[in-house]
Each structure stands twice: as C-alpha cells, then as structure tokens.
Nanobody
Framework: QVQLVESGGRLVQAGGSLRLSCAPS????????MGWFRQAPGKEREFVAA????????DYADSVKGRFTISRDNAKNTVYLQMNSLKPEDTAVYFC????????????????????WGQGTQVTVSS
C-alpha cells in the first residue's frame, strides 16, 4: 500500500505558481525527515528540497533556490512544496519521501536515504 500521497500537480504556464501537498496514508510522519524529489522523462530522479522533522532546517537544489519553498505542518501531518516562477524545465513527476528520524542516516539529497515514498504527482509547465 502507498504510505505517502502527493497531490496538487497539474498543467501550469511558465511564471506561474503551484503548491504540492504530501499526506500520510496509514502512518503519521511528524518526526520524519521529509524530502521532495522529481523525475523527468529519460532522466534520473533528482533532489528538490528537504526539511527537518521540526521544520527549522531546510535545503534546496540549486536549480530551485529562491523559487521553491518546502514547509510542514506537523499538526496536520502534511508537507508542502510551494513552487513559484515555474519554468518549463521544472516539468517532472514530483515525489514525496520520508524517513523516521530514529533511522535517518546519510545524505538528505540521496533517494536511498528515504524509506517511504509516494506514487508521484505530475507537474507540467508550458512555455
């Protein structure tokens, strides 16, 4: 069964904004390190953003710095990715990922760090 569910992906014009959400399915992740990754056709899955369990620390891929913001609302068990000034090169399937802080070890930018994944949501940016 899918343990994380992403939503919010759709077609948007370049320069527009979009907010993705990630919610648990059957489990909470209030004390989980959370990350967003994306994968375009024919390309490897790449790191987009990550946030600590408390929400006090975040980091981003260079390609999205200044445009994307990751946040979390632990009371709602939801993680968000606010995407502004979207570009056609942002087109990809976006995945949410989570790892319990008690098992977290490694680099937050590596997909193998995360145990739980969603099925992905498609974001398409037209030019």
């Amino acid at each position: 069964q899918v343990q994380l569910v992403e939503s919010g992906g759709r077609l948007v014009q370049a320069g527009g904004s979009l907010r993705l959400s990630c919610a648990p399915s059957g489990r909470t992740f209030s004390r989980y390190v959370m990350g967003w990754f994306r994968q375009a056709p024919g390309k490897e899955r790449e790191f987009v953003a990550a946030i600590s369990w408390s929400g006090s620390s975040t980091d981003y891929a260079d390609s999205v710095k200044g445009r994307f913001t990751i946040s979390r609302d632990n009371a709602k068990n939801t993680v968000y990715l606010q995407m502004n000034s979207l570009k056609p090169e942002d087109t990809a399937v976006y995945f949410c990922a989570a790892e319990d802080i008690t098992r977290y070890s490694g680099r937050y930018s590596e997909p193998t760090t995360y145990e739980y994944w969603g099925q992905g949501t498609q974001v398409t940016v037209s030019s």
